[in-house]
């Protein structure tokens, strides 16, 4: 069943209901038409937009009130042919987005969320936050329109926290890490190109690829990151001029590249003449007692093999959309120039609150605080685990980061344990979203978007559970 044959039984379903009236939960929604979380999640999204239910949070789903005057349905048959590619040229651009939004979309009230990729607002620090938007609104010139690459002041800090020589002037402020990732590809690779992904990979970036007409050729990843020999082999089989890479808490697998691996990358980009695009994603990140991380990839390159992407959003909100490109030569300048046609630049006010924020007292303390609750969720999960689901434990736990990538029996439908698990009352990322060919059997969890520790006990009972459901009984 589609998402739009879904959502035509719903709205059918839905509309004999009396206004005001509960309709049942996702999970039951999820068991009776047979479908995935992610489908019933966009399915309901789209009624509420139609007007036909409202979401309460905490409370549930329901019918909503009729509207007054209603509308006429318009005729949308039109755009079919006006979004179809013309006669003898090439398909048109198709976005897949569907591992993107099962990744934002938001857990139903009475789920346990393991799928966000964004800290629980308790983690965040939303006082600091609220004061450093005050400070920045009051700040000289703080509504007028800041440089195209950026405010000098923030560009500088971003430049000191990269290191290796990286210098206030090969730095683009940019919307985000998303927005970077974008900006990059698009930059330094032509529509119908291939670009090298690691695999597993994080969904969002092999949904930017697409969109932007590239084709991703997945390099395999183990215990230690991105394999140099395969990497070899896809510069020279594919011809690709760009990689895109996690050197440090690989999302998913949470893979940290050690010191000869990260040799080998650069050489091998520089044999194929190719780019590097480093996404630093999770630098604010490291538990407690991991250790110094490997300088950037960036520090370790002066012939500008290596762009740089680095962002604030995981560590500080999801609504501090600030990052930051770094590149050196004519890249720089093309990454420039792509930016500012796409969005001329971000927010003055934005990058105000940024300074502020990163300055201030506060952020220390709250990158320590958000590191130990980060690394003690980790510990009490994986006991929960190993007490109660041991098939799930990794073997080995990441040192920083907040994701864990779950093996599951070899036997056992990654889809279909997915769809148990919301039924149990657990919402967590399928593997097949972070793969670009046959996935494996595995699963991501996130363990910053529950609300509390206790609920990571439970997701464990319930996970526990799911498990059990989907194990065929003994003969």
């Avoid at 690709?240 to 091998?268: D, E, W």
């Amino acid at each position: 069943m589609t998402v739009q044959e879904l959502t035509d039984a719903l709205r059918r379903t839905v509309l004999r209901y009396s206004p005001g009236e509960q309709i049942p939960s996702s999970r039951e929604l999820v068991e009776r038409y047979r479908v995935s979380p992610v489908s019933v999640s966009r399915a309901i999204r789209e009624l509420v937009a139609e007007g036909v239910v409202v979401s309460r949070p905490g409370a549930g789903v329901f019918r909503a009130e009729p509207r007054p005057g209603p509308a006429a349905q318009g005729d949308f048959s039109w755009q079919e042919v006006a979004l179809s590619a013309e006669a003898g040229a090439p398909p048109a651009r198709v976005v897949d987005a569907s591992g993107v939004l099962a990744a934002l979309a938001p857990a139903p009230p009475e789920v346990v969320d393991l799928n966000s990729g964004y800290p629980h607002a308790s983690l965040l620090p939303e006082r600091a936050l609220a004061g450093a938007l005050a400070r920045a609104a009051r700040r000289p010139g703080a509504w007028g329109r800041p440089p195209l690459e950026g405010l000098p002041e923030l560009r500088g800090w971003f430049a000191r926290e990269v290191g290796g020589g990286v210098t206030a002037a090969e730095v683009l402020i940019t919307a985000g890490g998303q927005s970077a990732l974008t900006c990059a590809l698009r930059s330094l690779a032509p529509p119908g190109a291939p670009v090298l992904v690691e695999s597993p990979t994080y969904p969002g970036l092999l949904a930017i690829a697409r969109a932007a007409g590239l084709r991703p050729v997945p390099v395999p990843v183990d215990a230690d990151g991105v394999i140099p020999e395969r990497l070899d082999e896809a510069f020279a089989g594919s011809g690709a001029r760009l990689f895109v890479c996690q050197p440090l808490f690989q999302n998913p697998t949470g893979a940290v590249l050690p010191a000869g691996r990260r040799r080998a990358v650069l050489a091998a980009a520089r044999r194929a003449g190719a780019f590097v695009v480093e996404d630093d994603f999770a630098r604010l990140l490291a538990h407690p007692g991991a250790g110094e991380p490997p300088a950037p990839l960036v520090a370790d390159d002066p012939d500008g093999t290596v762009v740089h992407v680095r962002s604030l959003t995981k560590a500080a909100s999801p609504s501090l959309r600030v990052g930051a490109l770094v590149a050196r030569g004519p890249a720089l300048a093309r990454l420039r120039s792509v930016q500012a046609v796409d969005s001329f630049f971000v927010p003055r006010p934005l990058q105000e609150a940024a300074l502020e924020l990163v300055a201030s007292a506060d952020w220390p303390r709250h990158l320590r605080a958000l590191a130990r609750e980060l690394a003690d969720r980790q510990q009490l999960f994986a006991a929960a685990l190993a007490r109660r689901a041991p098939a799930l434990l990794p073997p080995l736990l990441p040192r920083g980061g907040f994701h864990l990538w779950l093996p599951l029996p070899a036997q056992l439908d990654p889809a279909a344990f997915t769809a148990a698990a919301l039924r149990h009352g657990v919402a967590l990322s399928p593997g097949r979203n972070y793969f670009t060919a046959e996935p494996a059997p595995r699963a991501r969890v996130s363990l910053a978007a529950a609300e509390t520790r206790p609920q990571l006990t439970a997701a464990v009972d319930r996970l526990a559970a799911a498990l059990e459901s989907l194990d065929p009984p003994a003969s």
